[in-house]
């Protein structure tokens, strides 16, 4: 971990120390303050109407909000889980299975006036910044076509760019690649071994910002807070629910012994 990814680290900390602290205490102050409510006789009139019904309004809308908060969850979970996921195997690609990466860099994001060659095939397949683009690993040099979109590593980077041209020297076939938003090709020619992975043509448009959101320490922090917010709502409720019971039994509104 780098000195700029540990301060970074340890800002999130001390930020999500903060939100923790002050979440729990708000939420401590408006439960305590509810219940003296609720004792004082600020609710009886709600609690005296409420038995009028049959309850089933009542059951319908913990229904819809236990729905809602485990679809908001599963959400979560599945971005957060993607986020991992892309982390985990971001430089790996297998030949059958396809890794995606989010692209972050607009190189192939829209069409120069000045590269002809996609106007004329119909080229299309652009990658816009923050798409989960699908990437498998590069197949047999024979099978490498003219327009392909690849990721070759040059210095230790990894850029994703389209074949334009391909020619050979005495050392064999190099690839000539460039960005369709680039005018000019790029300057190094690049060998089949520095060629990792193909574009399979699939992408998830607009999804990446939150996939390396959830992958950065604020992400993790953010999912930790939103899972004991999940674990707390239920308990404060419970303890709302139970003052309202007892409340209900000392006014003799009837029901109340049965929810209690």
Known sequence: MT????????????????????????????????????RAGAEDAQLAAENTRTGKAT???????????VLVCL???????????????QESFSEHVPTYRVV??????????KNTYLQENHLTDRLQVYDMAA???????????????VIY???????????????????GVYYILQGDAVERADRCAVRYEQIRAIY????IPNVGSFVLFLRSPAGWMCMI?????????????????QERNQRRILLGIQGGERDA
């Open 135 to 149: 990437f498998t690993r590069v197949p047999p040099q024979e099978e490498l076509s003219l327009y392909d979109i």
């Open 153 to 171: 590593e040059y210095e230790d980077t990894l850029i994703c760019h389209r074949i334009v041209e391909i020619k050979e020297d005495k050392l």
């Open 104 to 113: 972050l860099s607009g190189s192939m994001a829209t069409a120069h006036e």
């Open 3 to 38: 000195s700029y990814e540990t301060y970074v680290f340890l800002l999130c900390l001390i930020v999500f120390v903060m939100l923790t602290t002050l979440s729990v205490v708000s939420i401590a102050i408006i439960a305590r303050l509810t219940i003296r409510l609720i």
């Open 75 to 89: 959400l979560f979970a599945v971005l957060f889980s993607l986020s991992i996921y892309t982390w985990c195997v």
């Open 225 to 241: 807070l939103l899972i004991v917010g999940m674990i707390a709502a239920p308990l404060v409720d419970r303890r709302l629910e």
């Open 200 to 203: 399979t043509g699939t992408r």
């Open 59 to 69: 059951r319908i809308g913990c229904g819809i909000q236990c729905t809602f908060s």
